[in-house]
């Protein structure tokens, strides 16, 4: 019987160096039901468990008689067990030789599962030879399932690793694959009707589904969710489930793992083939079930970050002037640039600003240390500030004075850098304040670049800031103010990535949108974090 107690028959590797024992042992498992495979010698043994592993074909069970011609089975038993895909394999000894209880003993502390002394009842071998295979699929089943168990709880820690939810859809698709041992697709429905789509490594990225298809899969995860609690299995037939999700250009019924977030705003759907391939066994499916409940969990903070970072974006889309909402400023030509963080980063507080007081033009650009939403509001309230500030105040030193109570009275514990230039357009008059940002860099007519010699404390933290430093710009120079965006990498000094810029700055073409332009495609690609630039040109 098997492990549901329904009777079975075996294949058996019958081990006998005598043909008359061979006969006569294999014609009553024969009767019993069993396919019998002789072997005369262990090492004929040995050689033909070689051939039928190659061909994935192992027997449930080897009897081996413990007095072989080329080797004891004790030894042979040794053999197969010393062998890491032959170990699982049961072996029964026997004998018609009356041995001692030590001998049985060396031939359990060998691996044997049982032993018999022959002659014996038929029925009591056969019921032998089935118990061995009844205890190895049992022992097989469970380490199948302590392997997949181990798998899910891998997976687990993959996907709570996923930084965004492509991340999270690849990792999910991956570990269903592993679980089921086939191909794999994971989708996620957002509120905003986005279905993020994940397929596992081992289908092939040529000829992916159209639009169509994913629009399809869309329709059918709507439907199928509505209402729904707890995670739902269901089939749903391959003239509905559009083809090549699994196979390129093929099409398959598709086993369905659905379930909601929590919040019931997003659906989450595993997705596996049956036409053509094994059916799930109910713990497989239960496994599945698992996953999908911890990829729902580990979807919602993402798709939380998803609403926020749109919000912040919108925030700083809204607030930062685009390069044609720039006010005139006479005298002086103004090119700038944001560039947010790549979408696995949260979004930032950089902002810039190019402003007209009774003084001159004071450009600003400035971080909010952080990444989060808190980030850019922060940053919305000192640019308003700065703007209100600059109405009857245009001292670059004063008024970061000001940002800075303003942002210890209303924020305390965050911190800002901010540089701002007040420049006179009629005579090139440039006062720089400098609160712990990278000072700007000064790009003159004749081809040279230099960093202004400005320094100063972070708005936030109550220092007293220096007085400006000053300079003089003339006609056609250029000044150029970045956040650390644009350069910062991890493991690199700051102080070498300054002069990589300073050196691109030089060489780069004359103009406001060249320099731009080419510092972004020298450094601005797949940043950890958001990218502000401000470019000014004296006319």
């Known amino acids: 019987m098997d492990v549901h107690g329904k009777r079975t028959d075996a294949t058996v590797l019958l081990v006998d160096d005598t043909a008359a024992g061979r006969y006569a042992m294999g014609a009553l498992l024969r009767r019993a039901g069993h396919q019998v495979v002789p072997a005369a010698t262990g090492n004929e043994a040995l050689a033909e468990l070689d051939s039928r592993l190659r061909r994935g074909t192992l027997p449930d069970v080897a009897l081996v008689d413990v007095d072989l011609s080329d080797m004891s089975g004790f030894e042979l038993c040794r053999r197969i067990k010393g062998r ?24 359990l502390e060998a691996g044997g599962e049982a032993y018999l002394a022959v002659p014996a009842e038929p029925e009591e071998i056969d019921a032998v030879v089935r118990a061995a295979v009844r205890s190895a699929r049992l022992r097989a089943d469970d380490q199948a399932l302590a392997r997949r168990l181990t798998l899910l709880s891998e997976t687990i820690v993959t ?65 199928l969710t509505r209402g729904q609690s707890g995670v739902r299995i269901t089939t749903v037939p391959a003239p509905l489930w559009p083809a090549g999700f699994f196979r390129p250009g093929m099409q398959h019924d598709a086993r369905l793992a659905l379930i909601l977030t929590q919040d019931g705003k997003a659906a989450v759907c595993l997705a ?57 400023l006479p005298g002086i030509d103004v090119a700038v640039r944001y560039v947010p963080a790549s979408q696995q980063t949260e979004i930032g507080g950089d902002f810039y600003a190019a402003l007209r007081t009774d003084d001159g033009v004071l450009a600003a650009v400035g971080d909010v240390v952080g990444h989060s ?22 001292d670059p030193a004063v008024l970061a004075e000001r940002l800075d109570r303003m942002l210890r009275h209303y924020h305390p514990g965050i911190t800002t850098t901010v540089c701002l230039a007040l420049i006179d357009p009629a005579t090139g008059r440039t006062r720089i304040a400098n609160a712990g940002h990278i000072p700007p860099l000064i790009i003159r007519d004749t ?70 332009d080419t510092l972004l495609d020298c450094f601005g690609h797949d940043r950890e974090d958001d990218i502000a630039l401000l470019a000014l040109r004296l006319g």
Request: glycine share 8%; with cysteine; aromatic share 4%.
């Open 272 to 328: 596996t083939p049956t036409r053509g391939m094994r059916r799930l066994n109910p713990e497989e499916e239960t496994l599945v079930a698992r996953l999908a409940q911890a990829t729902a969990y580990a979807a919602e903070p993402l798709l939380m970050y998803q609403v926020e970072r749109h919000v912040a974006l919108t925030l700083q889309h809204s607030f930062l002037p685009q390069p044609h909402r720039l006010p005139e």
């Open 159 to 223: 996907i709570q690793a996923a930084r965004n939810l492509h991340e999270l859809a690849d990792a999910a698709a991956n570990g269903t694959a592993r679980l089921t041992g086939g191909p794999a697709a994971v989708f996620f429905l957002g509120p905003d009707d986005e279905l993020y789509r994940g397929i596992s490594r081992d289908r092939t990225s040529l000829a992916l589904p159209d639009e169509g298809a994913h629009r399809a899969v869309a329709g059918l995860l709507r439907r």
């Open 447 to 516: 081809g040279t670049a230099d960093y202004a010699k400005a320094a100063g404390p972070l708005l936030g933290v109550g220092l007293p800031h220096p007085a400006p430093t000053e300079l003089y710009l003339e006609a056609g120079d250029r000044l150029l103010m970045v956040t650390d965006g644009l350069i910062e990498t991890r493991g690199t000094d700051l102080a070498a990535s300054m002069e990589h810029l300073r050196a691109a700055a030089a060489g780069a073409l004359p103009g406001l949108d060249a320099l731009c």
């Open 84 to 107: 890491p895909h032959m170990a699982g394999l049961p072996v029964v000894h026997f004998s018609a030789s009356a041995l001692a209880p030590g001998d049985r003993c060396q031939g």
């Open 373 to 394: 939403l808190d980030a850019a509001t922060v940053m919305v309230e000192i640019r308003h500030a700065l703007r209100a500030y600059c109405v009857d105040e245009s």
